[in-house]
């Protein structure tokens, strides 16, 4: 027997299915709006649905297919019980708290929902086999109503993680809502309408703080907005509009976009390729749903989203891929054991959500902002051959009609961009070159090491130790996609330095609150070439280290001075940690010779000038050095990392390159040059030319290098002091300081910051004949020319960068 409310919700339902029940075998047709809330419903549905494209044209037959196929195995499987809608998804919480058990069963509601939402999707679309199914329809409703008079009600409140409650589970809700409004019902809507406002009140986002800033806010104004349209509520709509415009004005620290392009998620966490795509997604689907409206997102502010477009995304997207020092707890997902479409998440299908984002958003901007954004989106289509976009198992029908339509556009394709960029919001540098890109994450006391939380990312400890990713034009593109993070030895990720001490899962506490004592993290760039500089202080160690990266040519010059630690363990600094694959024999050779590739070889080599990695790179070790070698089969599970994941094993090879700097070491050092793509024959060439690189200085106090060829110099001043002897071309600074001087013909540039970013003056000798300075920011004043240079520079607390362009003597 129906309860009343059932009564209710069925009577008012059948009503409004009778008025526009559509043909036999086709999803009822949306009804003609009539008003302009029922307008901006149609328009949500054409974002969620795309429009467009053929439904039996590849690539959505096959994806039209897929969603039908999972929403059929979903109503199979879904068994409606007191606490659960499926077997698999137990939501009624015997202790409802925000403990980890909480948590556990508030997200098996979200997921519910969203399973809800699939099965809808796979009614609404064409081509899935369950098109317009009557019976499918009515178990999604029957769902609903179970989820709502069990658990999402307005009188119930909420436990475990509050993001479910407020984004996850009202989001998928009201696009559920949209994809069947017309067989809701007045009850239904009115329910629905009550839960949301019941946890998502407009309180809310009375104040930006908390959990209401960044992508979170967004995600939130998302919500309203919706509820808004579903509920026809013209001050929710405009609430929504108006609740947006503190995500965007610039920051200067914590959460939101800051000038340099950096954006930070949970005050200290870098996250444009996660949170940041969230805020990104969330805006570029509310401005296409608001625009032409009496809701209109009007405020000029939002010029800072469409900038963020090529200052804060496209620096850290490669090839189709999201570069995983700015993903946070994302890197760690792999296979969830929620996903029954069993799909892998990596840095290509973080990627590709962003550059969806973008074509989305192009819709929104000026003429001028869309013709370019399009042409970088037609080249990433173009270059991403590891993971191809246009079939990417992380874009649903709609993401993939807009990117095709982009596609097939006129506008030309873009290639990848050459250039450095610093972000020093964010302890965060980008160095592309023709052929490769790298990058280096670093922390500080402003930056933390890693985030872990929700059980997620739980080994990533040392990925702000310095860790260098880098990747070819045409090669290695699946470095860190190809399940590197549960194989790879996480006391040797490439490039860092760390002590072998045994730390715990989650060691340091969640949510990035633990952040090294440090404030010289940094660097000075011209755009082209840079010098960056970290003072390491390792997670619940004793270990102290100087890093400094000098990012060239074809090159990147790499340092490590005032290794110290006293924590009765080994200490190593990796010059490159590389992913073979599942079966990967790539040959090493050191100095000429070829070496084994059977997995378990190892070896330590004394004096090695040079190493080459087979379809990887070169490594030069100038003036000699020892180094040590490994190859082995690493087996490890995504759910050791991340407690929502798959168990299965998986095993990768790998080819380890490490300095072993002893136990409890005493200021020890390291050099190498990274070549990325090198052949052996170049890496060779390069070891024998002793002139092109000059190690100026490596010290706990200074480190430097010249690089005659390139016009380069670059130093790191720890500390006040002079690099590069008496003679010409020495460099002297009165305080801490980053410095790169780049000569070309009778004209040089010199770029310096100050990394401690406590403002405090610095006075810059350049013991090289000068003739006159042609430019200079306003914070850099000249003091002499002549024999010497003398400039002094305020340099602020932000981090920038400051110029001076002369005329050399």
């Known amino acids: 027997m129906l309860s009343r409310r059932a009564l209710l919700r069925t009577a008012t339902a059948t009503s409004l299915t009778a008025a526009v029940a559509g043909p036999l075998g086709a999803a009822t047709p949306p009804a003609v709006a009539a008003d302009t809330y029922d307008t901006l419903r149609l328009t949500w549905r054409d974002l969620l ?119 996850g589970i009202p989001q998928a809700l009201l696009d559920t809502d949209v994809l069947l409004y017309d067989h809701l019902g007045a009850a239904r809507i009115a329910e629905h309408g009550a839960a949301v406002d019941h946890f998502v009140p407009d309180s809310a986002v009375a104040a930006y703080t908390g959990t209401s800033t960044g992508a979170n806010r967004v995600d939130l104004c998302r919500v309203l907005a919706l509820r808004g349209v579903i509920g026809k509520s013209s001050a929710k709509l405009a609430l929504a509009r108006d609740a947006l415009s503190p995500v965007f004005p610039y920051v200067t620290s914590g959460d939101g976009l800051h000038a340099d392009g950096s954006f930070i998620q949970h005050l200290h966490v870098p996250y444009a390729g996660s949170y940041g795509a969230v805020m990104l997604g969330g805006l570029s689907l509310l401005l296409a749903l608001l625009k032409g409206s009496a809701w209109e997102v009007t405020d000029p502010g939002r010029q800072v989203v469409f900038d963020s477009v090529e200052k804060a995304y496209a620096p850290f997207l490669f090839n189709g891929l999201a570069m995983d020092g700015v993903s946070g707890r994302a890197v760690s997902r792999g296979v969830q054991k929620a996903d029954t479409r069993r799909i892998r998440q990596d840095d290509h299908l973080r990627g590709h959500g962003i550059i969806a984002c973008v074509a989305l958003l192009a819709r929104s901007a000026s003429a001028a902002e869309r013709a370019r954004w399009e042409g970088m989106v037609k080249g990433w289509i173009a270059r991403d051959r590891y993971s191809p976009l246009l079939s990417s198992p992380a874009l649903g029908v709609a993401q993939l009609s807009r990117l095709k339509a982009v596609n097939d556009g006129t506008a030309p394709a873009t290639a990848e961009p050459t250039g450095h960029r610093l972000f020093p919001g964010m302890d965060r540098a980008v160095h592309r070159r023709p052929g490769w890109a790298a990058a280096v994450s670093m922390a500080s006391n402003r930056i933390t090491y890693y985030e872990n939380g929700n059980g997620e990312n739980l080994r990533a400890w040392h990925s702000g130790s310095g860790m260098l990713y880098w990747w070819g034009d045409s090669f290695a593109n699946g470095q860190y996609s190809d399940d590197f993070w549960p194989t790879v030895d996480p006391y040797r990720l490439p490039g860092t330095t760390a002590s072998r001490k045994a730390l715990t899962d989650g060691e340091g506490g969640t ?65 490159d940690n590389r992913n073979l694959g599942a079966s990967g024999t790539h040959a090493l050779t050191v100095d000429g010779t070829a070496q084994p590739t059977t997995p378990g070889w190892n070896a330590t080599f004394t004096g090695a000038r040079w190493a080459h990695l087979a379809g990887h790179a070169g490594y030069v070790f100038p003036g000699g050095a020892t180094v040590k070698a490994l190859r082995e089969a690493r087996t490890g599970a995504w759910a050791a990392i991340n407690k929502g994941a798959v168990s299965d094993p998986v095993t990768r090879r790998y080819l380890t390159l490490w300095f072993d700097h002893g136990t409890d070491p005493t200021w020890a050092t390291y050099a190498y040059v990274l070549m990325p793509g090198a052949t ?38 720890w500390l006040a002091g002079t690099v590069g002897g008496t003679g010409p071309g020495a460099v002297t600074a009165s305080a801490p300081a980053s410095v790169m001087l780049r000569e070309s013909g009778d004209t040089a540039t010199v770029r310096v910051s100050g990394p401690l970013r406590d403002g405090a003056v610095i006075d810059l000798t350049w013991h090289r004949p000068v003739a006159s300075v042609s430019s200079a920011d306003p914070s850099v004043q000249v003091a002499s020319t002549g024999s010497a240079l003398k400039l002094r520079i305020t340099p602020g607390t932000l981090g920038a960068v400051h110029r001076a362009v002369v005329r050399l003597g």
């Open 49 to 167: 649905l795309g429009t467009g494209f053929t439904p039996t044209a590849e690539p959505y037959a096959a994806k039209l297919a897929a969603l039908g196929a999972t929403a059929a195995d979903l109503r199979t499987a879904m068994t409606p019980a007191t606490g659960s809608l499926w077997p698999d998804l137990p939501y009624a919480d015997p202790e409802p708290d925000t403990d980890a058990e909480s948590y556990t069963y508030s997200g098996n509601l979200n997921t519910s929902y969203n399973r809800l939402r699939t099965m809808a999707e796979a009614y609404a679309q064409p081509g899935t086999g369950l098109t317009g199914n009557a019976t499918l329809r009515a178990e999604i409703l029957g769902g609903l109503d179970h989820l709502h008079d069990q658990a999402y009600n307005a009188s119930r409140a909420r436990y475990g993680n509050w993001y479910n409650w407020q984004i």
């Open 511 to 575: 949510w990035g609150v633990t952040r090294p004592d440090v404030r010289w993290v940094g660097g000075a760039t011209d755009g082209t070439y840079a010098a960056v500089g970290q003072y390491l202080k390792g997670l619940s160690s004793t270990l102290l280290a100087k890093k400094s990266w000098f990012f060239l040519d074809d090159a990147v010059v790499c340092l490590g001075a005032g290794i110290h630690g006293r924590d009765g363990t080994g200490v190593e600094s990796v010059v």
């Open 680 to 717: 052996a024959e170049r890496t060779s060439a390069r070891a024998a030319d002793t002139g092109w690189l000059t190690i100026l200085a490596n010290t706990n106090d200074h480190q430097g290098v010249r690089v005659p060829s390139l016009g380069f110099t670059g130093v790191s001043f």
